[in-house]
């Protein structure tokens, strides 16, 4: 007797598999057992391989089906067909599978002692395994919107998502634009705007998810299925597609293909995110993608929700340690990329803060010696990105004083002062002269330089255009800064609008946009100004800017020139062009005009002076709204025009102190 037929001959059924056993009452039901089994054990290769005798790498939809141009015929014998990603490294030895199969296939009595309810989360999601006769779309649901909200991740949560952004990558169609919009972030928003430390391994990954014939990082194997791929790899690719879709704002698409291709990835990107927990598993590739979604949430016109997701970001690098400075972090995250995305962080939360008029959250990361000294062996070399960060610097450490409750003294305006104008001579000479430039890229610095320095001023200097602010200081330093407050209006405005003629991120990029408008609405109030013909050319020049059609038609829907404008920008448009008739309508006048806005603070009826109306925001989206009588029934004797500027900037769902400035 050989070892074969003793071992069948000594062979006892498993308890498991007794229950079964015992309804086995013909050969036929036999060979049909047997064979489900042998199918268990073999079930690592989709159907269509298994049919061509093919390999399969064990994902959904495999590489296999992926390149020959159905991935809808690929499926698995079973409804979950590759192990879910084991915790803490520990995988499923190959018997365990149609172990776990055996048991769902079987029944549960009634019979069997519980001490749980039925309502019970475990109880529920038993419930939910049972495998006889299953709905599709009920267990879809139930998986998708049922478990979430109990607290439980669907098994195949992670795995699903990155097959799913997997799926961008297979055509030629989506591989073209997926280069597209990378190399456009690569050449028209990355020189500009540093977020991404180490670009090239971004684009190595994308090189190869592109090209079929390469084994992307972290795909897995026959033997080792592509739901246990590195967490690494799936943060790496969150970040790409996150890439993708800021490339895709700045694209030369058409506006509907442009937001299009901007959700998608979007999209993916989100998903990838929720699949990694990313809140639980924070790495310095989830703090970029953060970033990045910051700034794609603002060109989405969506500011306030990337201002919000700025403080998950700033916690989320507090807990990797990247607020200190030290030399050697335990999140592997070497000094030289700690410093710069510490340095990148500030940019971001203390430019959008003063957007906002709220209080930064980065005076943590705010290291001086983060920045480029400025020293005698660095006069003209400071580019474009070093300077933003000492503007980045300059804001957190002046802001506080505004926020703090008390005004800026007159000598801190001109310790501002000087500090902005020694980075001068450390700047590279293209950045100090316009007929220094050489190249596109230089001019684009050099007016998108002046364009944030004079913001920063300009914003910082505001409060002076209250009567309470410059009565605390003598009237030659109040004036004295005021001038100084026109002149960075005026340098501001102009620089928006050259960035206007010669690149599309100043009509795209919301930063650009709220900055440039806000200077030429400010210029429109003030009495000082507004009279000024360089501030009517300016009017004119920026209205006949915002209203080219060629960027704003989405898909031959009826539209108008302002719809990829925020409602906050489409107020301050309409209030351009009210103010600019104003002021036409007082120049053909023999006497002044009281309906145009003079240079008054706070008039002497300023307390009892009437609540400003509210604009509704859908006469604004519908294009109904009367600006031009709703800015003549105001009496601007009882407002500053720093209280005009708010009011058109404001959200009017909020009042008082609690008003958001858009």
Same mark, same amino acid.
């Given at each position: /007797?050989?070892?074969?037929? =003793?071992?069948?001959?000594?062979?006892?059924?498993?308890?498991?598999?007794?229950?079964?056993?015992?309804?086995?009452?013909?050969?036929?039901?036999?060979?049909?057992?047997? =064979? +489900?089994?042998?199918?268990?054990?073999? =079930?690592?290769?989709?159907?269509?391989?298994?049919?061509?005798?093919? %390999?399969?790498?064990?994902?959904?939809?495999?590489?296999?089906?992926?390149?020959?141009?159905?991935?809808?015929?690929?499926?698995?014998?079973?409804?979950?067909?590759?192990?879910?990603?084991?915790?803490?490294?520990? %995988?499923?030895?190959? +018997?365990?599978?149609?172990?776990?199969?055996?048991?769902?296939?079987?029944?549960?009595?009634?019979?069997?002692?519980?001490?749980?309810?039925?309502?019970?989360?475990?109880?529920?999601?038993?419930?939910?395994?049972?495998?006889?006769?299953?709905?599709?779309?009920?267990?879809?649901?139930?998986?998708?919107?049922?478990?979430?909200?109990?607290?439980?991740?669907?098994?195949?949560?992670?795995?699903?998502?990155?097959?799913?952004?997997?799926?961008?990558?297979?055509?030629?169609?989506?591989? =073209?634009?997926?280069? !597209?919009?990378?190399?456009?972030?690569?050449?028209?928003?990355?020189?500009?705007?540093?977020?991404?430390?180490? !670009?090239?391994?971004? +684009?190595?990954? /994308?090189?190869?998810?592109?090209?079929?014939?390469? +084994?992307?990082?972290?795909?897995?194997?026959?033997?080792?299925?592509?739901?246990?791929?590195? %967490?690494?790899?799936?943060?790496? %690719?969150?970040?790409?597609?996150?890439?993708?879709?800021?490339?895709?704002?700045f694209s030369d698409f058409p506006v509907d293909r442009r937001i299009q291709l901007t959700q998608k990835h979007l999209t993916y990107t989100l998903n990838i995110l929720r699949s990694v927990q990313y809140l639980s598993n924070p790495s310095k590739e989830t703090l970029q993608t953060l970033m990045v979604l910051g700034c794609v949430l603002q060109n989405d016109m969506q500011p306030q929700a990337a201002w919000m997701l700025g403080g998950t970001t700033i916690r989320l690098a507090i807990f990797l340690g990247i607020d200190k400075r030290s030399n050697q972090y335990t999140s592997g995250i070497s000094p030289e990329e700690a410093k710069f995305l510490r340095l990148a962080i500030t940019w971001q939360d203390s430019l959008l803060s003063l957007a906002f008029d709220r209080p930064p959250a980065t005076y943590e990361m705010d290291h001086e010696d983060d920045l480029t000294p400025l020293d005698m062996a660095n006069i003209g070399t400071l580019n474009y990105r070093k300077c933003i960060n000492w503007l980045s610097h300059l804001t957190l450490r002046h802001s506080s004083a505004l926020r703090s409750g008390?005004?800026?003294?007159?000598?801190?305006?001109?310790?501002?002062?000087?500090?902005?104008?020694?980075?001068?001579?450390?700047?590279m000479p293209y950045l100090q002269d316009r007929q220094m430039c050489s190249c596109l890229k230089e001019v684009q610095e050099y007016y998108g330089l002046q364009l944030h320095r004079n913001f920063l001023l300009s914003t910082l200097c505001r409060p002076l255009l209250s009567s309470r602010v410059r009565s605390c200081m003598s009237e030659d330093d109040a004036n004295a800064i005021l001038q100084r407050f026109y002149v960075s209006l005026r340098h501001g405005a102009r620089s928006f609008l050259h960035l206007r003629s010669i690149t599309c991120q100043a009509k795209r990029s919301w930063a650009f946009v709220h900055n440039g408008l806000t200077s030429v609405l400010l210029l429109s109030f003030m009495k000082e100004t507004r009279n000024l013909e360089e501030t009517k050319q300016m009017q004119s020049e920026l209205l006949e800017s915002l209203m080219e059609e060629d960027d704003c038609v989405v898909s031959g829907r009826e539209s108008g020139p302002l719809t990829q404008l925020s409602t906050t920008h489409q107020k301050a448009v309409l209030a351009i062009q009210a103010l600019a008739k104003l002021t036409k309508e007082e120049t053909t006048t023999t006497t002044e005009d009281l309906t145009a806005p003079p240079f008054t603070s706070h008039g002497p009826n300023a307390d009892d002076a009437p609540a400003l109306p509210v604009l509704p925001e859908e006469d604004i989206q519908a294009g109904t709204l009367d600006m031009d009588e709703l800015l003549r029934n105001i009496d601007y004797n009882c407002y500053s025009p720093l209280e005009a500027l708010d009011f058109i900037l404001s959200d009017q769902s909020m009042s008082g102190q609690d008003a958001f400035l858009l």
């Open positions: /007797m050989d070892n074969r037929e =003793r071992d069948a001959r000594n062979y006892t059924p498993r308890s498991r598999d007794a229950s079964s056993l015992n309804d086995v009452t013909n050969s036929s039901v036999l060979r049909h057992a047997l =064979r +489900e089994r042998r199918f268990a054990r073999n =079930r690592k290769a989709c159907l269509p391989c298994r049919e061509r005798k093919v %390999r399969c790498d064990g994902s959904l939809p495999c590489l296999t089906c992926s390149k020959r141009q159905h991935p809808d015929l690929c499926q698995f014998y079973q409804p979950r067909p590759y192990p879910v990603q084991p915790d803490d490294g520990a %995988r499923k030895t190959p +018997e365990a599978a149609p172990q776990k199969w055996s048991l769902s296939a079987s029944p549960r009595t009634g019979t069997s002692p519980s001490i749980l309810g039925d309502s019970s989360i475990l109880a529920v999601t038993r419930q939910s395994d049972a495998p006889s006769h299953p709905e599709p779309d009920r267990q879809s649901a139930f998986e998708d919107g049922i478990l979430p909200l109990l607290g439980i991740r669907g098994s195949s949560c992670l795995s699903t998502s990155k097959h799913r952004q997997d799926d961008l990558f297979v055509g030629g169609v989506n591989n =073209r634009e997926a280069v !597209l919009l990378f190399e456009t972030y690569r050449h028209s928003i990355h020189p500009f705007r540093a977020i991404v430390y180490d !670009l090239t391994e971004v +684009e190595e990954l /994308m090189c190869s998810l592109l090209d079929p014939c390469i +084994e992307p990082q972290g795909r897995g194997t026959p033997d080792i299925p592509d739901a246990i791929a590195s %967490r690494h790899t799936m943060q790496l %690719r969150a970040l790409l597609h996150a890439i993708l879709a800021y490339g895709a704002q008390s005004s800026m003294s007159s000598k801190q305006y001109m310790e501002l002062f000087e500090q902005v104008d020694a980075m001068d001579k450390f700047l």
